[in-house]
């Protein structure tokens, strides 16, 4: 029998342009969907619906053990093993308040139909061991620190201002031990003192079984023998169903009864800033429809600086909030958020009275609506749908089934309500003002709670003085005695994780041994050189007076990379280069030939654009560029000149859209300044590249002192400033432009291509001749070899450890493939690093990054619990696989796939194998290089690997040949010093840009 007849089907359209399958069980509660995502990638996910009462983090910990070895495959970490071996790039998962998530992509659809069964075999009946328990959620060491995986993990998030402030919004809405109050990822002192295997397996049984699992699946797969994978789980876990299990989140929420106003202290390093957010209970969450009036109501509210509230908060003399954002969480009662970041203290009390008695009120009456740019933002916000179909669909069809799984009670009507939003858009285009006054008075006037996240400096010393009392009296309570148990304990614990391997012949099974001939997006790199032009391309082509490359794809889209080349930038030029690029958006434009204001330009983008952006390099590489890129619908394609003339030309700086810009973004970098990882890598930056490079300027946390100058400056002199901005844009165009299309060019009405579109440039003096851009691998690379950096970070209690050293290889060179295979099996899930840090509870990642374009070798030790002892295993280990070339088969094997997986990742939509074509232009490289790179990699040896490889491995530890920063919490910054001590203690200012 077929096994599509033990299954009935409903069958949808993902806003009309995916095709869409569920499919449930006849015989349990199992369900199956299947999204038709063309491209090379197949990506799935196993849902459960998961509800705690209590903030021992039972769903977090057993999302974190489920990894460590199932019944019949009794290895730790092979899920990943295998997953390597099929052409995945490891496992992955996460924890929410009502449900896990369990997820894996492959490249191709034999690696997954190969992982999927054995994955699902993880999920539903995992080993959970004591010895598992104790490495992967929380032991202490045999020194009396507390450790382990989720430990470590959660211990960055505790004193986090966003948490905290989190946590009593909770307390004050939610009734105690509510299933949304409790903290589903664990409290450290209950991970510490209350979660135990016993209540992790107990949850086990009764949220992890068939009746209570969807299986998403978005690729191009057969779906017979998806189902028929899925009838053998069946058959297989039946005996688990409970014969009872009760919906889980049956309650009813109160309302809230009445409006309130909280302070909570947080530790932070800033005492400058604190926030503040409004909660409120909002619609059910089977009122789409509300649900999407009040995302495009938010759009309205806090998008772009038309924006009332920005208008309200942001963009003021005396800013109130350096972000505004709205958030909303589906729940039984759906829980809408307001927040306001990096509020100056001083204002905090004034943020929610004012958000109440003028935004509010002011949207209480119909006549303050403006309809025109209602219009356009649902508009925007249908193409967005269309866009996503291209760029995103598995994120958006995964959350649409795990939306359906939570709260349609399995009603088919729902769930193609949910995945054809549009529908419903289109029809909220006619909706007048009343209804946006209505919704406004519904749901803003409610009784509401506010909570203020008030910063205290003082409280970041208190904090770490309680916990190294709390970790005194733990080793005084243990003694000599007991600390030497919990060490050999922890030693017995990892010694038994790990004493199974699997065998060769199940890992021979387990493998994708053909490189298939993947499912790939055509990408046509054409100029007006290329051979064989069609008449269409050629036509499109003829258009510019400046260099202009095609990359011609099926698309429903057009897409500009606008490139300008920012090497004439003096090292003053370039500090002001940020704030340039922020005030194209934010200003005051000539349009056709008419002074607009500020938010009547932002009003017309938002119109005309799908999508628009500007940033430093190209996909992050390449910095010297500057890449104004622009979004339309192939129907607009003379927009794209009309807006690159805009952003370009036509912006015309006004001081007091630079006063809030320049206040906006210092106020940003004093957010960045608490990130350990942020000023981590801001710091190895300062010692890689050099002084007069986007690489080190183009940094809010390095101009942050310089920003607040010019907030105060282009107040008292607003002239200077406006000559420096100037400045800055007549030695960007001064090297010419050059442009990169995306797009299918015979979807562009040939009416619409036509060479006066771009005689702007020709005709401003400013622009350079358009020749071809080039750049080398490595450009602007200048190490000083030898430096180490220590820097305290109040924000967060992890580390967070960099370090870098040149690697002497482009995408062409011979060393590039060892080397990077070489990174790559070290880093790979479940390879020696992941075992020993991650496994060890040392740090949350250990990774060695092998960035060809940048010319670097890069080691990094993320959100490290013990930084100095995972960076002596991390360099032990490394220098001894070199050394002495011991290379497990099996890992290198993995370590082959997971890259190919990893160089496919990026052509897995069309818009990243467009990129790809475009990058591919400046690394020199044949295109499509990938199937070249691909099969290069497939055909390696692990005696090349370690021969060829090895070497610039060895540099990475070669005290003469990097440079390191570490970011770690002040209070470790004296046992740091010890164990690091040709480093430097620095502070964050010292990193500043100097004004
Ligand atoms: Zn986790």
């Known amino acids: 029998m077929s096994a599509s007849k033990l299954w009935s089907c409903t069958e949808t359209v993902l806003n009309g342009g995916i095709k869409l399958f569920l499919y449930s069980s006849k015989n349990t509660k199992l369900r199956v969907a299947i999204g038709e995502v063309p491209g090379p990638m197949v990506h799935g996910a196993v849902s459960f619906v998961t509800e705690a009462d209590s903030d021992d983090g039972l769903p977090h910990t057993l999302e974190h053990l489920v990894f460590m070895g199932s019944k019949k495959y009794p290895f730790k970490g092979v899920l990943d093993v295998i997953a390597n071996r099929c052409l995945a790039d490891g496992t992955n998962a996460w924890t929410d308040t009502d449900h896990t998530a369990y997820t894996l992509s492959t490249v191709g659809s034999d690696g997954f139909l190969k992982v999927l069964p054995v994955y699902i075999n993880h999920l539903l009946t995992p080993m959970l061991t004591a010895s598992q328990f104790a490495t992967e959620v929380h032991h202490i060491t045999g020194e009396g620190n507390d450790a382990g995986v989720v430990y470590s993990e959660m211990q960055d998030h505790e004193s986090e201002m966003e948490s905290i402030m989190d946590r009593k919004t909770k307390e004050v809405i939610y009734p105690p031990f509510n299933p949304y109050a409790v903290d589903t990822g664990g409290r450290l002192k209950n991970l510490r003192e209350s979660c135990t295997l016993e209540k992790v397996r107990d949850y086990h049984k009764k949220f992890y079984h068939l009746s209570n699992m969807v299986v998403t699946v978005c690729g191009m797969v057969d779906h017979d023998q998806v189902l028929e994978i899925m009838n053998n789980v069946e058959n297989e876990h039946m005996s688990t169903v409970p014969d009872h299990f009760p919906k889980p989140f049956s309650f009813a929420l109160s309302d809230i009864k009445e409006s309130t106003v909280h302070r909570v202290e947080c530790p932070t390093d800033d005492a400058s800033r604190g926030a503040v957010e409004v909660a409120w209970f909002a619609h059910s969450p089977s009122d789409l429809e509300t649900h999407s009036s009040l995302h495009v109501l938010f759009d309205y509210l806090s998008n772009t600086s038309v924006a009332p509230l920005q208008k309200d908060f942001i963009l003021l003399e005396d800013p109130l909030a350096s972000s505004v954002s709205f958030h909303i969480a589906e729940g039984v009662r759906c829980d809408l958020r307001l927040n306001f970041a990096g509020v100056p203290v001083e204002k905090l009390d004034e943020c929610a009275p004012k958000f109440f008695d003028k935004t509010v009120r002011e949207h209480l009456e119909e006549a303050n609506f403006d309809m025109e740019r209602m219009g356009y933002l649902i508009d925007q916000t249908i193409l967005n749908e269309l866009v996503k179909l291209e760029t995103n669909a598995p994120k958006d069809i995964m959350s649409h089934i795990i939306g359906h799984q939570l709260f349609d009670n399995e009603d088919e009507e729902l769930f193609k309500k949910r995945t054809n939003e549009i529908d419903f858009l289109k029809k909220l285009k006619s909706e007048p003002a009343s209804y946006w006054v209505q919704l406004v008075n519904k749901y803003f006037t409610a009784p509401s709670a506010t909570v203020i996240g008030v910063p205290n400096e003082e409280l970041v010393d208190k904090i770490a003085e309680e916990e190294e009392k709390r970790i005194a009296a733990q080793c005084e309570k243990l003694g000599k005695k007991g600390l030497e148990e919990a060490g050999k304990s922890l030693e017995a614990a990892i010694l038994e994780n790990t004493a199974n391997h699997p065998s060769a012949e199940l890992l021979d099974q387990l493998i994708v041994k053909d490189l298939e001939a993947f499912d790939r997006f055509p990408v046509q790199s054409l100029t007006s050189n290329s051979p064989s032009l069609t008449p269409q391309q050629s036509t499109f082509l003829a258009q510019f007076p400046f260099h202009a490359n095609l990359h011609n794809c099926p698309t429903k889209f057009v897409e500009i990379f606008f490139l300008l080349d920012s090497s004439n930038l003096s090292i003053e030029d370039r500090s002001y280069l940020f704030l340039y690029t922020d005030l194209l958006f934010e200003s005051p434009a000539m349009i056709d030939g008419v002074l607009t204001s500020a938010d009547d330009v932002a009003k017309h983008f938002t119109k005309d654009l799908i999508d628009h952006s500007i940033q430093v390099g190209v996909s992050g590489l390449y910095d010297r560029f500057v890449n104004l890129r622009i979004k339309v619908g192939a129907d607009k394609y003379p927009l794209l000149a009309k807006w690159a003339q805009i952003f370009t030309q036509g912006v015309v700086f006004d001081p007091s859209r630079i006063h809030q810009c320049a206040q906006k973004l210092a106020g940003e970098a004093r957010d960045r300044k608490r990130d350990g990882c942020t000023v981590a890598s801001t710091a190895v930056a300062s010692m890689v590249y050099g002084k007069n490079t986007n690489c080190i300027l183009f940094d809010e946390l390095v101009l942050e002192k310089l920003h607040e ?287």
């Open 709 to 995: 100058k010019i907030s105060k400056d282009v107040m008292k002199n607003p002239e200077a400033v406006l000559e420096k901005l100037e400045q800055v844009r007549s030695a960007l165009f001064s090297n010419g432009v050059n442009a990169h299309f995306v797009a299918d060019v015979d979807s562009i009405d040939p009416k619409m291509l036509s060479s006066d579109l771009w005689t702007w440039v020709q005709a401003d003096p400013r622009f350079g001749p358009g020749h071809q851009f080039s750049a080398e691998a490595g450009e602007n690379v200048s190490l000083e070899l030898g430096k180490e950096l220590l820097i305290g970070v109040g924000g967060s209690e992890s580390s967070f450890i960099y370090q870098t050293s040149f690697l002497d290889a482009n995408w062409n060179s011979e060393e590039l493939i060892p080397a990077m295979i070489f990174g790559q099996y070290l880093s790979q899930c479940e390879g020696p690093l992941w075992r020993a840090i991650r496994g060890d509870g040392l740090a949350y990642g250990a990774n060695v990054f092998v960035k060809p374009d940048r010319k670097q070798i890069t080691l990094s030790l993320y959100r490290c619990a013990q930084p100095a002892v995972a960076y002596e295993r991390t360099r032990d280990i490394i220098r001894k696989i070199v050394e002495s070339g011991e290379i497990s088969k099996a890992e290198f094997e993995g370590a082959k796939r997971s890259t190919v997986f990893e160089m496919m990742k990026r052509e897995g939509t069309v818009s990243g194998a467009a990129k790809i074509s475009i990058l591919n232009n400046f690394r020199q490289t044949p295109h499509p290089f990938n199937i070249d790179l691909c099969r290069r990699i497939w055909n390696l040896t692990s005696e090349e690997m370690v021969k060829i490889g090895g070497p610039p491995l060895a540099r990475l530890f070669d005290e003469k040949c990097f440079v390191r920063s570490i970011a770690v919490h002040p209070s470790k910054l004296n046992e740091m010093k010890k164990a690091f001590p040709g480093s430097s203690k620095i502070k964050i200012s010292d990193l500043q840009f100097a004004c």
